[in-house]
């Protein structure tokens, strides 16, 4: 029994690691309903056409057709404002601006951040904001609101490149960069120019200028990765991927280098829990520690999520990589498609729609 118990455990813990939570997949149908896939199932939430929306893994945010602005997290629709504004969405977040009063939608709560905002940026779990009253750049995380600099002078919002899922780096009116992660500000140093971040979840990576070595930040660390600048790199989910003077592509992720590819890729990208690149007229992706071919053509487009890389066949439909396994998604020629958590979403020719999850085509 009770091995039985500790094999329930062990399987939760895996489960909650390798998959992504996915609580809306929204789309509009043939009758211009608003709709979403959840729970393996198709369900109307709007009966009337909407004018626009914005979507995350857990929300989507929508302006109905008499210009409200709702929002609904696949258990209930709330009704956010009636009035002109702008709002952006992440996987967890909801912000919106009216005039100057942002609020803030966090798990079916509603609260202003402040009245007197002026540029904000939302991602997955941090809304960076600027606040006039004061002359400050704040930051919203994990239902806290930190002061990141006060500055006498203009503000400077930090480039969007700058800002990860949960971290990000930045530069005080004093000329020190530092590093915001999980509730702590790490220093890096004072520099006058720019340093050119990359951000992704947990990880930042970029040229030291100090100490004219290629470095990153991970676990409240800065480690040197290569003892010279590097030309390109990118940041993932608690990996970084860079690409070195020799035009070799490699990837850091505890304290471990891997060479992806010594074939000067021409492209590369990374985002989430994945990297793809080029050779020739090939393509490779790595996720899950482990490196593929996906195609041997070069797909006319693509999108990364999560774990999964949806990408244009070569019949002009869209296939996808799905736990390193390549499936076949539609053939139908110039098919569009989104991705959501684990899911992928494709919009057929008669606005019909398919979605593929867990080895399942589910049709509307």
Not at 129 to 145: A, G, P, Q, S
């Amino acid at each position: 029994m009770k091995l039985n118990f500790l094999l329930v455990v062990i399987l939760c813990i895996l489960s909650n690691t390798f998959s992504y939570s996915q609580n809306v997949a929204p789309f509009i149908d043939f009758n211009n309903y608003f709709r979403s896939f959840e729970n393996d199932n198709f369900r109307t939430i709007e009966f009337q056409a909407i004018e626009s929306f914005k979507v995350g893994d857990e929300l989507v945010a929508y302006i109905d057709n008499r210009g409200n602005l709702r929002v609904y997290d696949g258990k209930e629709r709330k009704d956010i404002s009636n009035l002109n504004l702008e709002y952006e969405v992440s996987d967890h977040l909801l912000a919106y601006k009216i005039g100057p009063t942002l609020n803030l939608w966090d798990e079916g709560k509603l609260q202003t951040l402040t009245y007197f905002a002026r540029n904000f940026v939302v991602k997955d779990s941090l809304v960076v904001y600027e606040d006039t009253r004061f002359n400050t750049i704040n930051v919203y995380w994990n239902k806290n609101i930190y002061t990141l600099y006060t500055s006498s002078d203009e503000l400077m919002m930090p480039s969007t490149k700058y800002i990860g899922d949960n971290i990000l780096a930045f530069k005080d009116n004093g000329d020190f960069y530092k590093i915001f992660w999980r509730g702590e500000i790490y220093e890096l140093g004072v520099w006058s120019s720019s340093i050119a971040f990359d951000a992704g979840c947990d990880v930042i990576c970029f040229n030291d200028p100090t100490t004219r070595t290629f470095a990153m930040f991970s676990n409240g660390e800065f480690i040197d990765i290569e003892d010279q600048y590097m030309p390109s790199y990118r940041s993932g989910r608690g990996f970084i991927v860079y690409q070195d003077m020799n035009d070799n592509l490699w990837q850091f992720q505890n304290e471990e280098k891997i060479q992806l590819s010594n074939f000067s890729p021409n492209q590369w990208d990374v985002k989430d829990d994945i990297c793809i690149w080029h050779e020739n007229s090939y393509v490779f992706a790595r996720m899950n520690n482990k490196t593929q071919q996906t195609s041997s053509y070069i797909p006319k487009d693509y999108k990364i999520k999560n774990n999964v890389f949806a990408f244009r066949n070569i019949m002009g439909g869209v296939s996808a990589l799905i736990d390193n396994q390549i499936i076949e998604l539609s053939n139908q020629n110039n098919a569009s498609y989104r991705i959501y958590g684990n899911l992928v979403l494709v919009q057929l020719f008669n606005n019909s729609f398919l979605v593929y999850k867990d080895g399942k085509k589910f049709h509307n």
